[in-house]
């Protein structure tokens, strides 16, 4: 089992930058594909991106391409975002999910079984 805590969301203004941590319990934390994903007020849960498990590929929705780079430290138990030229419509709570040995289907939410409890990300115009 795993446990999830984000950290570093915040208000901030267009056109600047925040990174995201998702610190983990447990000693296999390496065998985890983990996602972003975020929720605006009102609106669905999203995918954001994505980093697979064993190979570290990494995939992100259209909307953060270019902006967004995920990546991950297995020796630190850590996956961060790093979000560069904020907008306001990326302004939402952002969640971390993890899946042990996660392959396909790693966009939908329903797929990860464990999740954080979400860090407010508010970028002003």
């Known amino acids: 089992q795993v446990q999830l805590v984000e950290s570093g969301g915040g208000l901030v203004q267009a056109g600047t930058s925040l990174r995201l941590s998702c610190a983990a319990s447990g000693r296999t934390f390496s065998r985890y594909t983990v996602g972003w994903f975020r929720q605006a007020p009102g609106k669905e849960r999203e995918f954001v991106a994505v980093i697979i498990w064993a190979s570290d590929r990494t995939y992100y929705t259209d909307s953060v391409k270019g902006r967004f780079t995920i990546s991950r430290d297995n020796a630190k138990n850590t996956v961060s975002l790093k979000m560069n030229s904020l907008k306001p419509e990326d302004t939402a709570v952002y969640y971390c999910?993890?899946?042990?040995?996660?392959?396909?289907?790693?966009?939908?939410?329903?797929?990860?079984?464990?999740w954080g409890q979400g860090t407010q990300v508010t970028v002003s115009s």
């Open positions: 999910a993890a899946d042990e040995f996660l392959l396909t289907s790693y966009t939908s939410f329903q797929k990860y079984h464990y």
